[in-house]
């Protein structure tokens, strides 16, 4: 059973910065699909970033210059380093893997405060 772990949630002010990350206990190297997710309360789950098996980062409009998405090989570990950030991105911040089939973390609180 694949698990991933989102840690680095938390509460911060506009403006301000957070940096999550998502531990897999598969590795990533061959991975087909790696993202962050973010699900506002009465919202659906919408893609905020993605990176390729290759490494390259796609972003959603609103977060592009702002969020950066990488990743270590190493360590199994996807990072979303989040800045500038604006009371309309409060939400659970889920991490996706894929490997044929789709793995979800637990999720991770974010809360911008204006």
């Known amino acids: 059973q694949v698990q991933l772990v989102e840690s680095g949630g938390g509460l911060v002010q506009a403006g301000g910065s957070l940096r999550l990350s998502c531990a897999s206990s598969?590795?990533?190297?061959?991975?087909?699909?790696l993202g962050w997710y973010r699900q506002a309360p009465g919202n659906q789950r919408e893609l905020v970033a993605a990176?390729?098996?290759?490494?390259?980062?796609n972003y959603a409009d609103s977060v592009k210059d702002r969020f950066i998405i990488s990743r270590n090989l190493a360590k199994n570990t996807v990072y979303l380093q989040m800045n500038s950030l604006k009371p309309e991105e409060t939400g659970v911040y889920y991490c996706?893997?894929?490997?044929?089939?789709?793995?979800w973390g637990q999720g991770t609180q974010v809360t911008v405060s204006s």
């Open positions: 996706r893997a894929e490997w044929g089939r789709t793995y």
């Open positions: 598969k590795s990533i190297l061959s991975i087909d699909a």
């Open positions: 990176i390729t098996s290759e490494g390259t980062p």
